[in-house]
């Protein structure tokens, strides 16, 4: 059974922190491109940011560079979402997402308030 668990949200100040994570289990995660997408209310889900299976590579929405950095552990079957200087627009519910050659799963995700 395929699972995706996030964790770590929870109320933030601006400026504050907040470490993401997002346990994997039912596939093979080392082959998986692991994703963060975030959906604000009234909102369409964006995607956040992307790191490969192969090499680790990294990327970025515009509007978290510098601010967040994405990382997996592949013998925990976790990644991980950095998220530091938060904005108020930060606030959304935060998924991760696993995509493989013909399947893409997603987790129930977890809210994340940035509010003063």
């Known amino acids: 059974q395929v699972q995706l668990v996030e964790s770590g949200g929870g109320l933030a100040q601006p400026g504050g922190s907040l470490r993401l994570s997002c346990a994997a289990s039912?596939?093979?995660?080392?082959?998986?491109?692991m994703r963060w997408y975030r959906q604000a209310p009234g909102k369409e889900r964006e995607l956040v940011a992307v790191i490969t299976s192969v090499g680790g590579s990294t990327n970025y929405a515009d509007s978290v560079k510098g601010r967040f950095t994405i990382s997996r552990d592949n013998a925990k079957k976790t990644v991980y979402l950095q998220m530091n200087s938060l904005k108020l627009e930060d606030t959304a519910v935060y998924f991760c997402s696993a995509q493989l050659t013909y399947q893409r799963y997603w987790g129930q995700g977890t809210q994340v308030t940035v509010s003063s």
């Open positions: 039912g596939f093979n995660f080392d082959i998986a491109a």
